[in-house]
C-alpha cells in the first residue's frame, strides 16, 4: 500500500487534489480512499488529506500517521507546521516551491522533489490572480516522481472531474510533470533544535478562538501578499473592513498600511477594493 499526505491551505485544493488522485488511480484499475482533514475551516487556514493506494481492497480508515509521500501545497507550512513528521525513512517530500530540491531536508533521508506549481497555476489561470489553485500542477508532478499512478489517467480524472477550466487544468498537470525536479537525500547529521517553551497566553481560552488573533502570527500563512497602489486607493477603508485578521493599518493621511505580521495573503482585500488599489504578488 501507498499512503499519501497532503498539506495545504484552505483555497489551494488540497482536498480536491487527494480526490482527483484517487479517480486517476481507479481509472488505473488500482484501489484508492481519499479523505480530508479541516482545521479552522476559512480560506487559507491549514487543511490536511489523505489519499491510500492499493492493488486489494483498502479496510484501514485511520488518519495517514506514517505516510510514504508527504505533499506540500504552500512552502509557508514548512516554517510552522511538522509536515514530514512520520514520514517513512527513505520516503518522498514533494513542495510546491521554486527553490531546488537541494534546499530542503530530511532528517532520515529518502527523495525530495520540488516544482514552482505557483507560478504554473498563475501562468495557466488556474484559480485567481489572488488564489492560484496549485492542485493540478502538483499532481502532475507526483505521477512523474512516483509513478504511483499514470499521467493518461491523471488527465482523464482532471478533464472528467474538474468542473472549472479543465483545459487549463490538464495544462497545468503537464507542466507540472515536466517541471519537477527530484534529488535523493542522505538522513541529516544535525540534531533538531529544541521547541521553545510555549509563551502564556494573554487571554484565557474562549469558545470562539483559541487565541486573540493579535498572538496569531498569521503571517506565516502567506504565499502572496497585498500592494496597495496609493494612486488608484480612495481611501475608502474597505480593505480595513474585510480583512479577516485585522491586518491594516491607517497612515497619518488615512491610507492603508498592511500589517505583514498579520496578513496571511487570503486576498479578500483584493476581492473587495472598488477600485482594484491592490495587487496580490508572489511572496519573494
Ligand atoms: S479598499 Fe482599495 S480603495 Fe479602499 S482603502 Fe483599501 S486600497 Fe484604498
Ligand atoms: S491584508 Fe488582505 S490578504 Fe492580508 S489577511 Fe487581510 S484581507 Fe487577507
Same mark, same amino acid.
Given at each position: 500500500?501507498?499512503?499519501?499526505?497532503?498539506?495545504?491551505r484552505?483555497?489551494q485544493?488540497?482536498?480536491?487534489?487527494?480526490?482527483?488522485?484517487?479517480?486517476?488511480?481507479?481509472?488505473?484499475?488500482?484501489v484508492?480512499?481519499?479523505?480530508?482533514?479541516?482545521?479552522?475551516?476559512?480560506?487559507?487556514a491549514?487543511v490536511?488529506?489523505?489519499?491510500r493506494?492499493?492493488?486489494q481492497?483498502?479496510?484501514?480508515?485511520?488518519?495517514?500517521e506514517?505516510?510514504d509521500?508527504?505533499?506540500?501545497?504552500?512552502?509557508?507550512?514548512?516554517r510552522?507546521?511538522?509536515?514530514?513528521?512520520g514520514?517513512? #525513512?527513505?520516503?518522498?517530500?514533494? %513542495?510546491n516551491?521554486?527553490?531546488?530540491p537541494? !534546499?530542503?531536508? +530530511? /532528517?532520515?533521508?529518502?527523495?525530495?522533489?520540488?516544482?514552482?506549481?505557483?507560478?504554473?497555476?498563475?501562468?495557466?489561470k488556474?484559480?485567481t490572480?489572488?488564489?492560484?489553485?496549485v492542485?493540478?500542477?502538483v499532481?502532475?508532478?507526483l505521477a512523474?516522481?512516483?509513478?504511483?499512478?499514470?499521467?493518461?489517467?491523471?488527465?482523464r480524472?482532471?478533464?472528467?472531474?474538474?468542473?472549472?477550466?479543465?483545459?487549463?487544468?490538464?495544462a497545468a498537470?503537464?507542466?507540472?510533470?515536466?517541471?519537477?525536479?527530484?534529488? #535523493?537525500?542522505?538522513p541529516?547529521? %544535525?540534531?533538531?533544535a529544541p521547541?521553545?517553551? !510555549?509563551?502564556? +497566553? /494573554?487571554?484565557p481560552?474562549?469558545?470562539?478562538?483559541?487565541?486573540?488573533?493579535?498572538?496569531?502570527?498569521?503571517?506565516s500563512?502567506?504565499?502572496?501578499?497585498?500592494?496597495?497602489?496609493?494612486d488608484?486607493?480612495?481611501?475608502?477603508?474597505?480593505?480595513?473592513?474585510f480583512?479577516?485578521?485585522?491586518?491594516?493599518?491607517?497612515d497619518?493621511e488615512?491610507?492603508?498600511?498592511?500589517?505583514l505580521?498579520?496578513?496571511?495573503?487570503?486576498?479578500?482585500?483584493?476581492?473587495?477594493?472598488?477600485?482594484?488599489?491592490?495587487?496580490?504578488?508572489?511572496e519573494?
Amino acid at each position: 500500500m501507498l499512503e499519501i499526505r497532503f498539506h495545504g491551505r484552505g483555497g489551494q485544493g488540497a482536498v480536491v487534489a487527494s480526490e482527483l488522485l484517487a479517480q486517476a488511480v481507479f481509472f488505473d484499475g488500482k484501489v484508492a480512499q481519499s479523505f480530508p482533514f479541516f482545521g479552522v475551516e476559512r480560506r487559507g487556514a491549514p487543511v490536511t488529506a489523505f489519499t491510500r493506494i492499493d492493488d486489494q481492497p483498502i479496510r484501514l480508515r485511520s488518519f495517514i500517521e506514517n505516510p510514504d509521500v508527504v505533499v506540500v501545497l504552500d512552502p509557508g507550512l514548512l516554517r510552522d507546521t511538522p509536515v514530514t513528521e512520520g514520514l517513512k #525513512p527513505g520516503g518522498l517530500l514533494l %513542495v510546491n516551491s521554486p527553490r531546488p530540491p537541494e !534546499a530542503f531536508s +530530511l /532528517p532520515l533521508g529518502g527523495r525530495i522533489a520540488t516544482l514552482d506549481a505557483t507560478g504554473i497555476a498563475l501562468g495557466r489561470k488556474v484559480g485567481t490572480a489572488t488564489m492560484p489553485v496549485v492542485n493540478t500542477a502538483v499532481l502532475g508532478a507526483l505521477a512523474r516522481a512516483t509513478g504511483a499512478f499514470t499521467e493518461t489517467s491523471l488527465e482523464r480524472a482532471i478533464i472528467s472531474f474538474v468542473p472549472s477550466h479543465p483545459e487549463e487544468n490538464r495544462a497545468a498537470a503537464r507542466d507540472g510533470a515536466e517541471a519537477v525536479r527530484t534529488e #535523493p537525500v542522505a538522513p541529516s547529521t %544535525v540534531a533538531p533544535a529544541p521547541a521553545p517553551p !510555549a509563551a502564556p +497566553l /494573554p487571554f484565557p481560552e474562549g469558545p470562539m478562538a483559541s487565541r486573540p488573533s493579535h498572538v496569531l502570527h498569521t503571517s506565516s500563512w502567506r504565499t502572496l501578499r497585498p500592494v496597495i497602489d496609493r494612486d488608484r486607493c480612495t481611501r475608502c477603508n474597505f480593505c480595513w473592513e474585510f480583512c479577516p485578521d485585522d491586518a491594516f493599518d491607517l497612515d497619518a493621511e488615512g491610507y492603508p498600511l498592511v500589517r505583514l505580521s498579520y496578513c496571511k495573503g487570503c486576498g479578500i482585500c483584493a476581492t473587495e477594493c472598488p477600485p482594484d488599489a491592490i495587487q496580490m504578488v508572489t511572496e519573494a
